[in-house]
Nanobody, 124 residues
Framework: EVQLVESGGGLVQAGGSLRLSCAAS????????IAWFRQAPGKEREGVSC????????YYADSVKGRFTISSDNAKNTVYLQMMSLKPEDTAVYYC?????????????????WGQGTQVTVSS
């Protein structure tokens, strides 16, 4: 059974940084993609970034390009989201999601497995 556990959220001032972690386990395939999504109050869940295990391909939403970096540590089965130059509009619950035997796409309905989410709050 695939399990995803996020950590690293918190409260930070605008301009600050946070690093989110997604610890993954239970994959039945070496070919998978892991993505970060976020959902702010009253808004739909949106894709932030994703990474493919097969070729390391990454993708970023325009709103976070140049500020966020996704990376993976395969030895630890952990994916990280380094967030810098945070803005109040980055405030949301951040979710880690995974899909097996598929590439990196920020399409919510592709993802079969989800973590419980971690809150990120950016104060102005």
């Amino acid at each position: 059974e695939v399990q995803l556990v996020e950590s690293g959220g918190g409260l930070v001032q605008a301009g600050g940084s946070l690093r989110l972690s997604c610890a993954a386990s239970g994959f039945a395939s070496d070919d998978y993609a892991i993505a970060w999504f976020r959902q702010a109050p009253g808004k739909e869940r949106e894709g932030v970034s994703c990474i493919s295990s097969s070729d390391g391909n990454t993708y970023y939403a325009d709103s976070v390009k140049g500020r966020f970096t996704i990376s993976s540590d395969n030895a630890k089965n952990t994916v990280y989201l380094q967030m810098m130059s945070l803005k109040p509009e980055d405030t949301a619950v951040y979710y880690c999601a995974a899909v097996l035997d598929y590439g990196c796409y920020l399409r919510r309905l592709l993802y079969d497995y989800w973590g419980q989410g971690t809150q990120v709050t950016v104060s102005s």
